[in-house]
């Protein structure tokens, strides 16, 4: 009885190619077009797909992802208060907003349409008659004031500092984290405004978040471990810078640093046995506790 030839190996993709070589992996024949390359040897198609889903992805030092480290939340911040600015000299027809028309030198520019829709504001009568203000159930504001400015000036301080400042951050905490820190530090700002200021005195600004973004820098080079001799003196001058120019909230100033802070004491020291459960909750109550203060301040409003 005679034997019968070998046969080749074909491609287990395409049947109609030989081949004599085999994935490293699953020990199939592959083709030259299936054939990619690995550590050692070459897998096929179905192996390295299979190999990118089983390997986990790089996380920072506090959970979050290491794409933080190219910066598109601070890019997309800084454009999307570009923008805002863009629209809010749009809807000035007097055109004093770009140009700084009034406050301490120009610094703080001339309000618009649209920062008298969007600023925090308590309770105030407007020219037309109608009454506006957190307190008449425009909540929105506490969010909208962190993305409005007075004057370019104004605009281009504080994207200065949020360039600075957030790609540090944002690379060390991960996008959504820095995300969930800037927005709850501004939110914590926009509160302290509401609750400490007049009710008809409008604020807007990024320095809300931005002087919580100081904070967190601070609380975080301290938990890495890292010199913060740099940190504070910056941190002094915009504290004096806060006090001594006219026009400018040392409410929302304030309660951004210490929102910031506490938010980024959340972030630095949660634990890491379920670190993204304890931080979720830590930044829930500290968004609760800012909603109730806002509910404690519009009954006061509007019961006096």
Known sequence: MSESPPTTPVCYRHPGRETYIRCTRCDR???PECMRDASVGHQCPE?????????????TA??????GRQGY???ALIALNLLMMLLSIASDRGGDSAAGGSGFGGLMGGSTPLTEWGAVLGRALFSDGAIHGVAEGEWYR???????????LHLLLNMWALWVLGRSLEGVLGPLRFLALYLIAGLGGNVAAYLFSAPNAATAGASTSIFGLFAALF??????GRDTSAVVPILVINLVFTFAVPGISIAGHLGGLVVGALMALVLAYAPRMRRSTFQFAGGTVIV??????????TAALLGG
Request: hydrophobic letters at 50%.
């Open 62 to 67: 506090f959970g979050g992802g290491a794409v």
């Open 142 to 152: 506490l969010l909208t004031a962190m993305f409005l400015h007075y004057g370019v």
């Open 288 to 297: 609760v506790a800012l909603l109730g203060l806002v509910l404690l301040r």
């Open 29 to 31: 024949p592959i083709c």
């Open 47 to 59: 192996c390295v797909s299979e190999g990118r889903r089983s390997v986990r992805p790089a996380r």
């Open 219 to 224: 609380v975080i080079m301290r938990r890495l």
């Open 73 to 75: 939340v601070t890019k």
